[in-house]
């Protein structure tokens, strides 16, 4: 079955770095897009990246643009998401999610159903 | 500036329906979303995808009790029956070329 985890969640000072990362089993990851999505303390969702199932095209939201760089390595079956530059204001659950849509070989894609791993907490404060 | 809008809370009694909506900004009516469950302290669980034309795509073990639709920009999410494991927030999500936008989320209470 589809099993997404994630690590690399902590306590990091305002200013600092930290590295997520996400382990992905039970399907062809190289043929899905990627997402990370974060959830503040008692807020909703917030979508923060995308990247393509060849890591070709990424995409991130604007609140963590030129901070935030979401990766993957497709020879690990994982994906990443590196945050510089943190703010107490990232402090969040973050989700690593896999898209909807799978690339099938003709080039074309078909959707199937999106799946959550279970999310880790980044706590930025000093 | 595609926006996906949602109420931020809804009711209703134990073994009634409930229709939750999410709106989607001008110009997008067109545009499938999805629909996740939150359950307290735990994770985003998806449960359909909904076009304009008002066909959905139910995830694995989704019960039979939850259902898709669509009119014009808004998509729907009915829940029929209502189990007090229903009670949970519920989001709307959409995309476009390069981004993904959340709903703010409803919260449904089971009475």
């Known amino acids: 079955q589809v099993q997404l985890v994630e690590s690399g969640g902590g306590v990091v000072q305002p200013g600092r770095s930290l590295r997520l990362s996400c382990a992905a089993s039970?399907?062809?990851?190289?043929?899905?897009?990627m997402h990370w999505v974060r959830q503040a303390p008692g807020k909703g969702l917030e979508w923060v990246a995308v990247i393509w199932y060849d890591g070709r095209n990424k995409y991130h939201a604007d609140s963590v643009k030129g901070r935030f760089t979401i990766s993957r390595d497709n020879s690990k079956n994982t994906l990443y998401l590196q945050m510089n530059s943190l703010r107490a204001e990232d402090t969040a659950v973050y989700y690593c999610?896999?898209?909807?849509?799978?690339?099938?070989?003709?080039?074309?894609?078909?959707?199937?159903?999106?799946?959550w791993g279970q999310g880790t907490l980044v706590t930025v404060s000093s | 500036q595609l926006v996906v809008t949602q109420s931020p809370s809804a009711s209703a009694s134990l073994g009634a329906s409930v229709k939750l909506t999410c709106t989607l900004s001008?110009?997008?009516?067109?545009?499938?979303i999805a629909w996740h469950q939150q359950q307290p302290e735990k994770g985003p669980r998806y449960l359909m995808k909904?076009?304009?034309?008002?066909?959905?795509s139910k995830g694995d073990g989704i019960p039979d009790r939850f259902s898709g639709a669509s009119s014009g920009a808004e998509r729907y999410l009915t829940i029929s029956s209502l189990q007090s494991e229903d009670e949970a927030d519920y989001y709307c999500q959409t995309w476009g070329n390069d981004i993904h936008v959340f709903g703010g989320g409803t919260k449904l209470t089971v009475l």
């Open positions: 001008r110009g997008h009516s067109s545009y499938a």
């Open positions: 999610a896999r898209d909807g849509y799978r690339i099938l070989p003709d080039g074309k894609n078909q959707w199937e159903q999106p799946h």
């Open positions: 039970g399907f062809t990851f190289s043929r899905y897009g």
């Open positions: 909904v076009k304009s034309d008002g066909s959905h």
